[in-house]
């Protein structure tokens, strides 16, 4: 069993940078694949990047190249560093995991989620 608390988020001007963290309680965190989707009001959640248990990573489209996804399992924590913030990033911001070596874009393939955490990007 896993236990995932987001924390970071908060409102930043448009081009700003925001740090999410997801501190996971439980044993054998190393063993999880982790990812950060989010959710804009009235959308879908949407994958945003995700992160194996050998550090590979993945992102989407849409953040690719402006956000970088990170693990310590020495703290059991990660991390999603957001930079170049645009008005489209505006959601909550969720963590999840799963364990297994892959990972994955579906929601449906995560067991454990957190509450969430907003990002709100001001133009």
């Known amino acids: 069993q896993v236990q995932l608390v987001e924390s970071g988020g908060g409102s930043v001007q448009a081009g700003g940078s925001v740090r999410l963290s997801c501190a996971a309680s439980?044993?054998?965190?190393?063993?999880?694949?982790m990812v950060w989707f989010r959710q804009a009001p009235g959308k879908e959640r949407e994958f945003v990047s995700a992160i194996a248990r050998s550090d590979s990573t993945i992102y989407a489209d849409s953040v690719k190249g402006r956000f970088t996804i990170s693990r310590d399992n020495g703290k059991n924590t990660v991390y999603l560093q957001m930079n170049s913030l645009k008005a489209e990033d505006t959601a909550r911001y969720y963590c999840?995991?799963?364990?297994?070596?892959?990972?994955?874009?579906?929601?449906?393939?995560?067991?454990?989620w957190g509450q969430g955490t907003q990002v709100t990007v001001s133009s």
């Open positions: 439980g044993r054998a965190f190393n063993t999880y694949a």
């Open positions: 999840a995991a799963r364990r297994s070596i892959v990972v994955a874009r579906i929601t449906d393939a995560y067991d454990y």
